[in-house]
């Protein structure tokens, strides 16, 4: 079976669309057409079902897409061996997280990854949770490290952590004269909004929107405001005996820290080492 042709029609199904799956590879629409047939008439069998704005999977296709996806991971895996068999394994790892993550929860496993693969060039990009998941679905990305709910086919999760967002304000402010800082429209701010209206009998007073949790903790440590974030930054290492703070309302949502990558990259041992390094 040809690998580069699975590849294209494991991409063009995971997608949901041929076009994406020719900007993904970098190939003509027509080009990745030709890949799924050639594919269609080595195995003897119809993979796709072509609608006039989406594609359907046929149950060959569909028994194909589950089994193709450990078959390609054992096919980097392999690969990488051998290149690690003639060398050091040169290549780039890119991360994407939150800001928030990359501050508290990266740096002491980079530093162990580092000398572990003093060849890798390990590349951060922040950026909200679902342009992350979007740039892994396009292969532009190896890893996610994320706080939320976001999910995508064809991916493997592991939950790393788990907690609550907090709403903290300074001891300093009174409570008669706080305002707070919180993310954009979230399930977490929503059910805050609501929390707070039955707690005060009033709205939550908001002093802005702030995109980053680190952003806001940021503020609230130097007396600005009070902020929703999440319960992790309490304990961190920077925030002790720093300055004094009180939960106002606590458990407000729960959240999980997960670990998510392409069922493809399951053989990588880069992706084994920095699942491990997080838990």
Known sequence: MNLYNLKIFVDTARLGSMTKASELNHLSRPAVSQAIKKLEEEIGVDLLVHQRRAIELTQPGRLLLKKSEKLLSEAERISLLVRQGKGPLVRDFKIGTSRSLATFNLPPVLALLSKEYPDVSFRVQMANSASLVKKLSHRELDFLLLIGDETLEGAKHTVLG???????????????????????????????????????????????????????????????????VPDFLLHSACTKGKFKYEVVIPKVFPYEIKAMHLSSKSGDPLVKSFIDGLT
């Open 162 to 228: 788990r907690g609550h967002f907090v709403l903290v304000k300074p001891t300093s402010i009174p409570e008669k004269s706080i305002c707070y800082a919180i993310t954009e429209k979230r399930p977490e701010t929503e059910r805050l909004r609501n929390l707070y209206q039955r707690l005060h009998e009033k709205p939550l007073p908001v002093l802005a929107e702030i995109h980053s949790w680190d952003a806001i903790w940021y503020s609230v440590t130097q007396g600005i405001c009070g902020g929703l």
